[in-house]
C-alpha cells in the first residue's frame, strides 16, 4: 500500500498568500473544444453540447506563435469538452513541448491506449478525469499507456449517486505505483442543480477524514526544468508546498480570497472553447480578445482585485495572490 503525503489541511489556520514557484511562468488554460463522450448531470451542458472548434485553426496557431514568443515561460492546460476528440490536439502538443515549454490535458480518455502512448511523449502531464456514471472499462488501461510515457494523475469524481463506485475504483487505483491519485468533490457549476453533490453526512465526514492525495512512488521524470506549482503560506508562519493538492483546498471550503491582489491575466489567460480570451478561468473582467484575431488581444499590464467568493480551479488556486491585510 502506498503512504499518502502530508495534506495541506493539516494546517487549519487560514492561508495568507499564495506564490507561484517560477517567476515570470504563464499559465494557459485552453477550453479546445465543447464537444464531449460523456454527458455528466453535474457537468455544464455548454460544455458537451456543442462542436469540436469555433474558430480556425490557421488564427489559432498564429496566436499561440504570439504567446510562444511573448513568454520565455509558458504552461498550457489543456481541456473540453473532450480534448482527445480534436484532431489538431497532437500537432498542438508538438509544437508548445518542440517549443522548450511545457503542455498537459485533463481529460476523460475518450481515445484508444495506442493514441494516448503516441500523445503522451509530449505532454508535462496527463491529469485523467474518472467519471463513474460514464465508466469506461478500458479506462485505466489508457491512464496506464499514458503513465509509461508522462506522470498522470487520476482525479477520481466523487459522484454522491455514484458513490460504492466512485469508492470501489478509488481502491483499484492504489496498486498502480506510477500514478497519482486524488478525489474530487462536485461543486456547485450551475446554481441549483444539485446533482453529483447530495452528500450524506457520513460522505462528508469521509472527505474531511480522508488523506485526498495519494502520491506516486514511481513515475517517469518530468520533461521541463521549471515548476509550475506554488507554496502556500499560512497564518501561523508554515509554507507548504502545493504539490498537486491544491483541490484539497476547495473541497474543504479554504479557497476564498475575495479582496485579495492577484495576478490574473500576469501569470494566467482563459481561452474558452468559443476563443475568446479571458484573464482566468474566472472569467472576471471579461473577453480581452479573441483568438481568431490574435493581433488585437488587450495584454494585462497589472494585477487585479479579486472579486469572486470563490476560486473554484487548481489552476487560479495556484495564480500568486495575497491578502491585502497581512
Not at 460504492?164 to 475504483?169: D, G, N, P, R
Not at 491519485?181 to 453526512?201: F, L, Q
Not at 493538492?245 to 476547495?250: A, K, N, R
Request: proline letters at 4%; hydrophobic letters at 35%; one cysteine or more.
Amino acid at each position: 500500500m502506498k503512504t499518502f503525503m502530508r495534506s495541506l489541511n493539516d494546517n487549519n489556520t487560514p492561508v495568507v498568500k499564495i506564490q507561484r514557484h517560477t517567476n515570470g511562468l504563464m499559465v494557459v488554460t485552453w477550453v479546445i473544444n465543447n464537444i464531449c463522450t460523456n454527458a455528466c448531470k453535474y457537468c455544464p451542458p455548454n460544455l458537451h453540447t456543442g462542436s469540436n472548434h469555433h474558430y480556425d485553426w490557421e488564427n489559432a496557431k498564429r496566436f499561440w506563435q504570439i504567446l510562444l514568443s511573448k513568454y520565455p515561460r509558458m504552461h498550457v492546460s489543456i481541456s473540453g469538452g473532450e480534448p482527445t476528440l480534436s484532431p489538431f490536439l497532437l500537432d498542438f502538443c508538438k509544437m508548445v513541448s518542440e517549443s522548450g515549454n511545457k503542455v498537459g490535458i485533463t481529460t476523460n480518455l475518450a481515445r484508444t491506449p495506442r493514441y494516448m502512448k503516441t500523445l503522451a511523449p509530449y505532454l508535462e502531464y496527463c491529469s485523467a478525469s474518472y467519471h463513474p456514471s460514464f465508466e469506461d472499462k478500458d479506462f485505466l488501461e489508457k491512464a496506464l499507456a499514458a503513465a509509461d510515457h508522462t506522470p498522470t494523475n487520476i482525479r477520481v469524481m466523487m459522484d454522491s449517486s455514484y458513490w460504492k463506485k466512485s469508492i470501489e475504483f478509488l481502491e483499484r487505483c492504489k496498486q498502480y505505483k506510477n500514478i497519482t491519485i486524488e478525489t474530487v468533490k462536485i461543486i456547485d457549476w450551475m446554481p441549483g442543480n444539485k446533482a453529483g453533490r447530495e452528500y450524506s453526512e457520513d460522505q462528508l465526514k469521509w472527505f474531511k477524514n480522508t488523506d485526498l492525495f495519494q502520491d506516486a512512488e514511481q513515475m517517469p521524470k518530468r520533461k521541463s526544468i521549471f515548476k509550475s506549482t506554488s507554496n502556500i503560506y499560512f497564518a501561523d508562519g508554515e509554507i507548504l508546498d502545493s504539490n498537486g493538492q491544491e483541490q484539497e483546498l476547495i473541497n474543504n471550503g479554504k479557497t476564498n480570497f475575495k479582496g485579495w491582489r492577484c495576478n490574473m491575466g500576469i501569470e494566467s489567460l482563459f481561452i474558452q472553447y468559443t476563443g475568446k480570451v479571458y484573464l482566468a478561468n474566472c472569467f472576471q473582467g471579461g473577453v480581452i480578445g479573441d483568438i481568431n484575431d490574435p493581433d488585437n488581444i488587450i495584454w494585462p499590464k497589472d494585477s487585479v482585485i479579486c472579486m469572486k467568493d470563490i476560486c473554484h480551479c487548481t489552476t487560479d488556486v495556484l495564480i500568486t495572490k495575497q491578502n491585502r491585510k497581512e
